[in-house]
Structures are given as structure tokens and as C-alpha cells.
């Protein structure tokens, strides 16, 4: 459905611009302006009748990380508390299903019951982009899209915050630095560690092979596990490791203890997420805040903008900063 905008500027008595940076969740609209606007906007959205399904898929693999995670419930609840609001029904779209109707039928009548898409797993590529061209479907990518796809995203910026994690080891008296991670075929682990990469080099430190663990597949605490049992067998390690997810970063504590190794006293620990139990763990664990109800929010809101019929002349790539969360799990080099 598209809005007027001018008419909406009009009844609110507010400026066109200002309509227009509230349905692009832009900067610039102050709290209560924003959720005036919006209200509006749904207020006149008309309520579908009852045999029509007014549905936005959310697409995932739903493997790496599971539906009761906190990574995808944070961000489940964001995109439905905003879907919802506009009167649309949240669809959970397991990516294997698009790939089995895509290949078997020629079709994929999964798409085709949407109105829009927000995408998160597997990585958004072409064929994906070429598919949901077919459909016409509207479509925003949370975190993992090929570049040069020219599709919509909403990003935690782990690039900038990875290169800082280097940074504020490196002013804690560290220059032995390893890494434990994997799948970095995903756009959002590539840049944990290209952020990991750049920051030793641009702080003259040896990249060492030995303390590079990418290729971790179990993407739980027995992966994160698995790592730092590699990592503390080794002659010479490093005296804090870099972790690309909180969920890795449980099962590293767990080595450690097996390995009598404590946790900040020979080893430090940065990782990345802000999980809800993060502050629960001995030593509560330091890490970058991923802001995924924020994200969810923003995807949903950057959709519903798409669905009004409000295109930009270009893609819109938002990046949201993950802060980091200083607990104890860095202990500083003398």
C-alpha cells in the first residue's frame, strides 16, 4: 500500500522530510514525532480481510542458531512487535524449503504467500536476489548479503568493533592475540575477522597462524570448546584469544577450567554478542553488545517503508554500532 506523504506531512503539520526519515528510521525525528507518524500510518493502514494473509517471511536456516537462541528470539521479537504494529503476520521460512520448492517445482510457493521478505541465513546472494525478483517481493537483509547484491540490509557493525577489540587489548598490555571462529562465509564473521586481521597489522603485531582458529562448525559451546583446547595445547599461546560469538565463548571457559588454566589470570577472553547469560559466567565475560532487538526493529521498519512504496535511489546499507561491554574477563599485561 502506498502512503501520501505530502497528506501525511499535511495532517501532522510536520515537514515531508521528517515523514519520510520516520518510515526510514533515519536519524534526525525525535522520539514522540516518530511514534506519531507511525501511528498514523497505522491507523490508516486498512485491516485485511479474514482470507487474505498479509504475511512477511523470515527466512533462515534456523540450524546454527535456534529458534529459542537469544540471538534469534531478540530478533524475532523485534521484526514481529513492528510487523505486527502494521497489521502483518510473521511467517518462520526455513531456508531449505525455498532451496527444495526452488529445485523441485520450479517455484516456491512459500514466496509466493508473502508480501515481503526479511532475510538473515543462508548468505543473500544473486540466485536468492534473482528468485525474489521473480515474485516481486520486497526484501531487507539482516547482516549476511554477497556484496554487490543490490538488496537492502541492516548490519551490526562487528568490522569497527573487532579493529577496537584489538585496540583496547593491545592498551591492556596485549600483543599475543588469537582467534577462535568459523563459518566465515557470512558476512558478519568475515568482518569480526578482517576487523581482527586489520587491527593486528595496523598495530605492527604478527599474525600467527597457529593462534587462528577459523573452522570451528558446531556453533555452541562444544565448538567454542574444541578451540581453546586446540589453542591451550599448544607450546607457546597466546595471552588472550578473540571469541566471534558468545555461544563459543561457554564451551572456552569450559576448556579452560579442564585445561587449569584461569580465566583472566593466564588467559583473557573478549568475545562477541552481549548474550543475556554473558554477565552470569565466572568471570563475567566481556564482550561486544550485538543490539538485535534494535536490528530486528530497524529490518522490519525498512520493509514496511518498502511495502508503502517508498524507494530510495539506492540500496540502504544501515550499520548499527555494537558497544562493548567491559566485565572481567581481560586481565592487563604488565
Not at 607457546?236 to 561457554?250: F, G, Q
Request: include cysteine; charged fraction near 20%; glycine fraction near 6%.
Amino acid at each position: 500500500m502506498k502512503f501520501n506523504l505530502q497528506k501525511i506531512a499535511n495532517d501532522l503539520n510536520v515537514s515531508i522530510s521528517t515523514v519520510s526519515r520516520a518510515l526510514n528510521d533515519k536519524q534526525g525525528v525525535n522520539k514522540e514525532t516518530k511514534e506519531k507518524i507511525l501511528d498514523y500510518v497505522n491507523s490508516h493502514t486498512p485491516c485485511p480481510s479474514n482470507n487474505i494473509l498479509q504475511s512477511v517471511g523470515l527466512v533462515d536456516t534456523y540450524s546454527r542458531h535456534k529458534i529459542d537462541s537469544y540471538y534469534l528470539s531478540y530478533l524475532l521479537e523485534g521484526v514481529d512487535e513492528r510487523l505486527h504494529a502494521f497489521r502483518y503476520n510473521t511467517m518462520l521460512i526455513h531456508s531449505d524449503q525455498i532451496d527444495q520448492q526452488w529445485h523441485t517445482l520450479g517455484g516456491c510457493p512459500v514466496l509466493k504467500a508473502q508480501k515481503g521478505i526479511i532475510w538473515m541465513e543462508p548468505l543473500f546472494d544473486e540466485e536468492y536476489f534473482a528468485l525474489l525478483k521473480r515474485y516481486n517481493l520486497p526484501c531487507v537483509v539482516i547482516n549476511n548479503y554477497k556484496p554487490g547484491v543490490a538488496v537492502d540490509s541492516i548490519k551490526s557493525d562487528n568490522y569497527s568493533a573487532s579493529r577496537k577489540g584489538i585496540e583496547f587489548l593491545i592498551n591492556h598490555g596485549h600483543t599475543k592475540i588469537g582467534f577462535i571462529g568459523g563459518y566465515l562465509h557470512l558476512t558478519n564473521h568475515q568482518d569480526r575477522y578482517a576487523g581482527f586481521v586489520d587491527g593486528l597489522q595496523a598495530a605492527g603485531l604478527e599474525l600467527i597462524e597457529q593462534w587462528i582458529i577459523d573452522d570451528i562448525v558446531a556453533w555452541n559451546d562444544n565448538g567454542g570448546a574444541e578451540g581453546m583446547h586446540r589453542l591451550l595445547s599448544l607450546k607457546e599461546r597466546p595471552t588472550v584469544v578473540m571469541i566471534a560469538s558468545d555461544l563459543l565463548a561457554v564451551g572456552c571457559y569450559r576448556a579452560a577450567r579442564e585445561h587449569g588454566v584461569r580465566i583472566p589470570d593466564d588467559i583473557s577472553v573478549v568475545s562477541f554478542d552481549d548474550a543475556p547469560f554473558a554477565e552470569y559466567l565466572h568471570p563475567r565475560l566481556t564482550t561486544f553488545q550485538q543490539p538485535l532487538l534494535k536490528m530486528g526493529v530497524a529490518a522490519a521498519d525498512r520493509l514496511i517503508a518498502l511495502l508503502m512504496g517508498k524507494q530510495a535511489d539506492e540500496v540502504q546499507h544501515t550499520l548499527i554500532d555494537c558497544p562493548l561491554i567491559v566485565r572481567d574477563s581481560i586481565a592487563t599485561v604488565v
